[in-house]
Nanobody, 125 residues
Framework: QVQLVESGGGLVQAGDSLRLSCAAS????????MGWFRQAPGKEREFVAA????????DYADSVKGRFTISRDKAKNTVYLQMNGLKPEDTAVYYC??????????????????WGQGTQVTVSS
């Protein structure tokens, strides 16, 4: 059973930085794709970023490109989301997710089988 545990959220001011972590356990993730999604109140869950576990290929939503960086540490079985230049519109619950099928539709939340519990990020103006 795959377990994903997010941490690192908090309350920050616009322009600040945060680093989210997602500790993964329960499987060998060598063929997985890992993703970060977020959900703001009253809105649908949206894709933020994804990384391939084996070759660390990455992709980002246009809204975060150039500000956020996704990475993974194989030795620690952990995925990170470095968030710089935070804006109030980045406020949301951020979720880590794992896709064992390495689906080409990785920007869709339906492609992921495993989810963490989420961590709140609040950016004040």
């Amino acid at each position: 059973q795959v377990q994903l545990v997010e941490s690192g959220g908090g309350l920050v001011q616009a322009g600040d930085s945060l680093r989210l972590s997602c500790a993964a356990s329960g499987r060998t993730f060598s063929n997985y794709r890992m993703g970060w999604f977020r959900q703001a109140p009253g809105k649908e869950r949206e894709f933020v970023a994804a990384v391939g576990w084996r070759f660390e290929s990455t992709d980002y939503a246009d809204s975060v490109k150039g500000r956020f960086t996704i990475s993974r540490d194989k030795a620690k079985n952990t995925v990170y989301l470095q968030m710089n230049g935070l804006k109030p519109e980045d406020t949301a619950v951020y979720y880590c997710a794992a896709d064992p099928q390495y689906s080409p539709t990785y920007r869709s939340s339906g492609s992921y089988d495993y989810w963490g519990q989420g961590t709140q990020v609040t950016v004040s103006s």
